[in-house]
């Protein structure tokens, strides 16, 4: 796994003489002595929170000369958490944090989706004297600012003090960043964290009642942490929630979908934001928060990309003709999804579609936007269900690895491969000749998308 993996960048900013350098030299070689500038440094795998993953950290520095400033903001760029370091006995470096290198380090987090994650580092905690401001008091409005920042502790380079620990919090930073799960300037969880979180509930509420019982809980809680919650804990559990302001977090005794999401809320205002993220990757999230593709493989083998394999066993399997095309297992299961949320009318308006996707990042048709094929819709543009169908069947035929991981957001009880046949549709001069049976649900995909 290890070889296919971008390596993890922390990369240590701050003022000259604060002991960027000084740290390395201690936690890497635990050496007194260090260069002016180490070049970049692979951490040792026992310091390695995720051994999978080669961690570096890159020293930079803080001259303003053009080369330096440059390379500095080039590692930046490549950042996959920044640690900016201050010195307790250089009150200006202190300062600087936030006029100089909160700046730099967002000026390089530029076009990505979410910044870069922040650990902030007092060094020379042991020249700290009692007439200084402690190192909460100098935090507390920085912190209040500046969202991005993780964590931040004192360390002291030469004594030796909180080396490791800083080391830890900075890939724990990386690991389990809180920005794309939760929005800080609105105190909310992000849109996508959400989305996830209505999914998973709906996966674990196994009877689809729309409620967690207490059984239902404990399995979600096993497969997450590996062990059961105690009656008293998940007593507790509830207690917090039916605390909440939320009007109905608690039903018949289990979690609503509300009292679900508000509860990883709870988690990620205490600080607990690995636990969503390992309750998020049990459930094959990736760093994104979009499912990993290999949920939607479609051959077993567990090496090669998704896409390579699926392409390599359709091309083994397909003759000229043949498309993949779902099971009438999966038509079902789409059909019984499109009169779960029709309500009676025999066809999906936009918000009914936007329901049905509520646990999915992206609509798989938002590329035939603004509106669907004309024989998909009714005249008013809402989906029939012969149009879903021949979505979906479109879908499974022009791109299937796309249409097996909207199956997989939409909870398809199933192994995601066994949704998917190979069916020959066509005799090579454009003639129908479905061999097994014609559908009548599910126009074939030339028409639909015509
Ligand atoms: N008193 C004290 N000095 C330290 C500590 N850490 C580093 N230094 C010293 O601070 C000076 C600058 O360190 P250096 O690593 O070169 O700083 P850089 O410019 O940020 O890389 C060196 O003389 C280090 O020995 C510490 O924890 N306490
Ligand atoms: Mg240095």
């Known amino acids: 796994m290890s070889e296919h993996k971008k390596p993890f960048r922390i990369v240590l900013v701050g003022d ?46 803080a001259s303003e000369e053009t080369e330096a400033r440059q390379q500095t903001d080039e590692a930046l760029e490549s950042a996959s958490a920044a640690v900016i370091m201050f010195a307790a006995d250089q009150p200006a470096s202190l300062e600087h944090v936030r006029s100089r290198w909160v700046p730099r380090v967002r000026a390089a987090a530029k076009g990505r989706r979410y910044p870069i994650p922040l650990v902030i580092i007092c060094n020379k905690g042991e ?3 009692p007439q200084m401001p402690s190192m909460e008091d100098q935090m507390v409005p920085i912190l209040r600012d500046i969202s991005e920042i993780e964590t931040c502790l004192e360390v002291s380079v030469k004594e030796g003090h909180n080396i490791q620990e800083a080391c830890m919090f900075a890939q724990k930073a990386v690991i389990c960043p809180t920005a794309p799960l939760f929005d800080a300037d609105h105190q909310q969880l992000t849109p996508e ?31 997450c942490f590996d062990a059961p919650l105690t009656e008293e804990e998940i007593g507790n559990i509830k207690g917090m929630l039916r605390q909440s302001e939320l009007t109905e977090a608690i039903r018949d005794n289990g979690l609503t979908i509300p009292g679900f999401v ?20 049990s459930f094959d999230y990736d760093e994104r928060l979009m499912l990993k593709s290999c949920v939607a493989d479609l051959t077993p083998s567990p090496k090669s990309s998704h896409e390579t394999r ?29 009169r779960g949320h029709d309500k009676g009318r025999g066809f999906l308006t936009t918000d009914d579609l936007e329901q049905i996707f509520l646990g999915d990042p992206s ?16 005249v008013d543009g809402d ?55 014609v559908r009548p649900l599910a126009p074939s995909i030339s028409s639909c998308m015509a």
């Open 16 to 61: 000259a003489g604060v002991g960027k350098s000084a740290f390395i030299a201690r936690l890497v070689f635990n050496a007194s002595q260090s260069p002016v500038l180490f070049p970049p440094v692979q951490l040792p795998i026992p310091l390695c929170l995720d051994e999978s993953t080669p961690t570096i950290l890159v020293d930079t520095s």
């Open 127 to 129: 020249l700290r004297t």
């Open 193 to 223: 964290c959400t989305c996830a979180l209505h999914r998973l509930f709906s996966l674990c509420d196994r009877d689809g009642d729309g409620i967690l019982s207490d059984y239902e809980l404990n399995e979600f809680q096993k497969k």
């Open 262 to 281: 508000y509860l990883h809320l709870l988690f990620i205002m205490k600080g607990r934001v690995e636990a969503v993220w390992q309750v998020l990757r």
């Open 310 to 338: 699926l392409r390599a066993r359709l091309k083994a399997a397909m003759k000229p003709g043949d498309v993949l095309e779902l099971t009438d297992e999966a038509l079902d299961f789409l059909t019984r999804l499109f």
């Open 363 to 378: 609509n798989p048709w938002a590329m035939l936007r603004p509106a669907f094929p004309r024989c998909t819709r009714t």
């Open 383 to 437: 989906i029939t269900l012969d149009g879903w169908l021949a979505l979906w069947s479109g879908t499974a035929a022009l791109d299937p690895p796309t249409a097996g991981l909207h199956l997989a957001y939409l909870c398809y009880p199933k192994p995601i491969p066994s949704a998917f046949e190979i069916r020959t549709v066509c005799d090579g001069r454009g003639v129908i000749r479905n061999e097994k049976h």
